[in-house]
């Protein structure tokens, strides 16, 4: 098991080392020049040298990624230049709201998409089989932006069961400001037992959470169900029927643990594809987080926040990687070999 770890580990290090590569070769193509940027148009000639010497922008290239990558390590992650705040600070105050929505939605997509999936290899070429892939098909191909506006043009505006956009009410920072501990609005809320601003937050979240959740949703289930079949075919099965267990209690209590180490593995990849994809969604239902971040910075053409937008993605990405390497090793001692 350590042999595992540690090969994941340095698997794991070798990506965010070529991610971090490649982020600064691109902040160096494109084009534009940071210290017009940050300087502004009108800037002297003497406030232009400023600004190059500051970010080190007339060093050789090679000195420059090796100061790059020294200030990533000691958590300099650059100055934005929209914002003239570190980018740091900036992403500390973005990611936890984008956080907050995946984590709300990833916990829809896990609690619907697997039991629907065990129905669907239960009733296989059944009724209850069609229904699930067909409902996964339609909820992976929608476009997000359509079911957004669908749901707020159906729940949110003719129904008037859920707000339109927001985190929650902002009047409630009067009437009950929240204390900020982990900038996470759900759990700081919990934590000072701030109840109205927990409620309307929930409140708030169920629209942009249930369109974040649609994609992860179908997956989960298309992977569960094949990957129970699939586990439903091995001989452990097949001596299970022959001591006369039924196809439910082999799929739920011998199939379900092995075929869940695929869909982790699934469920990684899912949770950093939804944080971009939730970038769309933020925008349409005026989430603050990491979109409305990057939606600036792009706009502004801030390389330090984009790459610093960029960085973070693959380093969550990378880490709930590992997190499912981890679980994957404990759940089937087949995954050690791999």
Known sequence: MLRYLARRL??????????????????????????????GPKATPEELDAARERFGL??????????????????DWGVSLHTRQPVRDDLYLAFPASLELVGAALLIAVVVGIPIGVLAARYKTKFPD??????SMLAVSVPVFWLALALQLLLAGRLDWFPVAG????????????????????????????????????HHLVLPALVVAAYPTGV?????????????????????????FGETSILTKFALRPALSPVLAL??????????????VEAIFNWPGLGSYAAEAIRS???????????????????????VDVLQGFLDPRARTR
């Open 10 to 39: 340095g698997q794991a290090l070798l990506v965010v080392a070529g991610v971090v590569v490649l982020t600064f070769t691109v902040m160096r193509l494109v084009p534009g020049d940071p210290a017009v940027a940050f300087a």
């Open 58 to 75: 007339d060093d050789p290239l090679p000195v420059q990624l090796v100061a790059y990558v020294r200030d990533l390590v000691t958590g």
């Open 130 to 135: 069609f229904g699930v892939r067909f409902g």
């Open 167 to 202: 985190e929650y009410d902002s009047s409630l920072d009067t009437t009950s400001p929240l204390t900020l501990w982990t900038n996470i609005t759900v759990v700081d809320a919990l934590i000072t037992g701030n109840w109205p601003i927990l409620t309307s937050t929930l």
């Open 220 to 244: 989960i289930a298309q992977m569960t169900r094949a990957t129970l079949i699939e586990e439903s075919g091995q001989d452990h099965a097949r001596l299970e029927r022959a001591l006369g």
């Open 267 to 280: 469920i990684a990849l899912v949770f950093a594809y939804s944080i971009v994809n939730g970038f769309l």
């Open 301 to 323: 053409r801030d390389t330090p926040a984009i790459a610093g937008v960029t960085l973070l993605v693959a380093l969550v990405y990378v880490l709930a990687n590992l997190v």
